[in-house]
């Protein structure tokens, strides 16, 4: 019997711990897109306790709470202490077996604080305190945490209209991992709420210094902001979408629906899905125009809860896999962009599962122009990365594309406890490639490329397609 978590935790055959521990285990991580605050590194936020550090925020053991029984007010309530938060958390964990949050949970705690015990009832004080101690130390700060796990960039993500203050301050002070912005303008396009969309527009009219009356106004005020962003390092842009836009547009009539909104006026489906295409390839041609990577996150059901939404708002853990048809729309707006040969280096991430072929088969269409890789399909996100999904993307791409050209994995995590996502995706893949070597479907004289291949895929592959 192989021991829980032990050194080759995944590693299944000689060859795949070989992979691992030779080419993959002590490369630094390129932490491409997540979801940290910049404030905190900036501030070198120190911890007060390991609930704090663990539990807020965190929608994925939310959910997990919440399947358990746990009465909310434990799970995000603001009259309940971080301990009391965390002793709800420790009895959940033995229930947890089998969802990734048991991997994740005690693979955070070795890596980070070295406990080997398994978390529990019985354990709960214990690992609190133990951790809770270290958290308190400068070691275990924000920049300390990131320092322990050899990371060496971060990509934020940040709206059009933000300041980008923390992100200039850590430059101007010299802070050696690379934490750099990411251009999100979801709420330039959202203007299925025309109120939160007027006054989003009237916010980026303060920031980029100009009036906003018209959609051409609108555009070279985001225009002043993308410059201002690439000024500031970033050379990401990301969009969280259901699916892709790409109707049939002109700028005068974008110009007409961005007056009818600004007017107070709600719009039609077909007026919405309008201007959203024309901001959506605006938006494409900045990021092509400045040589950046655009991504695009698609595919989630949010706020599926409207009882818990007023409750306690957006983003607590209530938003599941969506069934978007995509495909047609995907082509048109790539298709659109090549068309002139302003498609940037993309990436796409699906949610939901049924879509990795289809994905994969419609970055194949866009390939080219003397860049490898250049059309990536992202890897397993929010409810895919975990082993299985993570296996089902890799093995999809090997199929379909070049896993050899993959960027890799990333956290999309606002905790500096996350980074041991990128050791299990590096354990799955080193596992996957072991495996096919040892059953004679890779060939064993050619161990060498493939020790290559999976230092690309963990680190310099990303290294290179960003420019880091």
């Known amino acids: 019997m192989t021991e829980f978590m032990d050194r080759d935790f995944v590693l299944e055959t000689e060859t795949a711990r070989s992979l691992y521990h030779n080419h993959a285990a002590s490369l630094p991580i390129i932490d491409y897109h997540c979801h940290l605050d910049p404030a905190m590194i900036a501030r070198d936020h120190r911890f007060d306790n390991l609930g704090e550090a663990w539990l807020a925020g965190d929608h994925y053991k939310w959910r997990a709470l919440r399947a358990n029984g746990v009465e909310e007010r434990y799970i995000t309530g603001r009259n309940t202490s971080d301990w009391e938060k965390f002793e709800k958390w420790a009895a959940t964990v033995p229930?947890?077996?089998?969802?990734?949050?048991?991997?994740?949970?005690?693979?955070?705690?070795?890596?980070?604080?070295?406990?080997?015990?398994?978390?529990?009832p019985d354990t709960a004080r214990e690992i609190y305190d133990e951790c809770t101690a270290l958290l308190r130390t400068p070691e275990y700060s924000a920049r300390g945490l990131m320092r322990k796990y050899n990371v060496e960039a971060v990509c934020t993500t940040?709206?059009?209209?933000?300041s980008l203050e923390h992100h200039m301050a850590l430059r101007k002070e010299g802070f050696e991992v690379k934490v750099l912005?990411?251009?999100?303008?979801?709420?330039?396009?959202?203007?299925?709420?025309?109120?939160?969309?007027?006054?989003?527009?009237?916010?980026?009219?303060?920031?980029?210094g100009v009036s906003i009356g018209s959609f051409t106004e609108l555009l070279e005020?985001?225009?002043?902001?993308?410059?201002?962003?690439?000024?500031?390092?970033?050379?990401?842009?990301?969009?969280g979408t259901g699916g892709f836009h790409s109707a049939d547009f002109t700028d005068a009539e974008a110009g007409v629906i961005f007056n009818k909104v600004m007017g107070g006026k709600a719009l039609t489906c077909e007026e919405i899905e309008k201007f959203k295409s024309a901001?959506?390839?605006?938006?494409?041609?900045?990021?092509?125009?400045?040589?950046w990577v655009q991504q695009f996150h698609y595919g989630p059901l949010r706020n599926n809860n409207s009882r818990m939404m007023r409750l306690i708002g957006p983003d607590t853990g209530y938003d599941s896999i969506g069934d978007f048809t995509v495909g047609e729309a995907m082509s048109r707006f790539f298709d659109r962009l090549d068309n002139d040969d302003r498609l940037a280096k993309t990436i796409v991430y699906n949610l939901n599962p049924r879509d990795n072929e289809l994905v994969a088969t419609m970055i194949g269409n866009f390939q080219g122009g003397g860049?490898?890789?250049k059309m990536q399909m992202g890897s397993g996100w929010?409810?895919?990365d975990q082993r299985t999904g993570m296996e089902a993307q890799m093995n999809c791409l090997s199929n379909l594309g070049l896993l050899s050209r993959f960027v890799g994995m990333l956290t999309d995590s606002r905790s500096f406890l996350s980074y041991p996502r990128h050791e299990y995706f590096r354990r799955i893949?080193?596992?996957?490639?072991?495996?096919?070597?040892e059953r004679g479907l890779l060939p064993a004289s050619e161990i060498a490329f493939i020790g290559q291949l999976v230092e690309g895929v963990s680190y310099r592959n990303a290294k290179g397609y960003f420019g880091f």
């Not at 940040?158 to 933000?162: F, G, I, L, S």
């Not at 025309?194 to 980026?204: G, I, T």
């Not at 005020?221 to 690439?230: K, M, P, S, T």
């Not at 893949?429 to 070597?437: E, F, I, R, T, W």
């Open 95 to 120: 229930y947890t077996m089998r969802n990734p949050l048991y991997h994740w949970t005690h693979l955070e705690l070795r890596t980070a604080f070295g406990v080997q015990k398994l978390l529990g």
């Open 158 to 162: 940040d709206d059009p209209a933000d």
């Open 181 to 208: 912005p990411t251009w999100r303008p979801d709420k330039a396009m959202a203007v299925e709420d025309p109120a939160a969309f007027r006054a989003y527009v009237e916010r980026l009219s303060d920031v980029a």
């Open 221 to 239: 005020a985001l225009g002043r902001r993308h410059d201002f962003f690439h000024e500031q390092g970033c050379r990401l842009s990301d969009h």
């Open 279 to 291: 901001m959506m390839y605006h938006g494409a041609l900045m990021d092509h125009a400045k040589g």
């Open 371 to 373: 860049v490898a890789g």
């Open 382 to 384: 929010w409810f895919l």
């Open 429 to 437: 893949l080193c596992n996957l490639l072991g495996s096919d070597v």
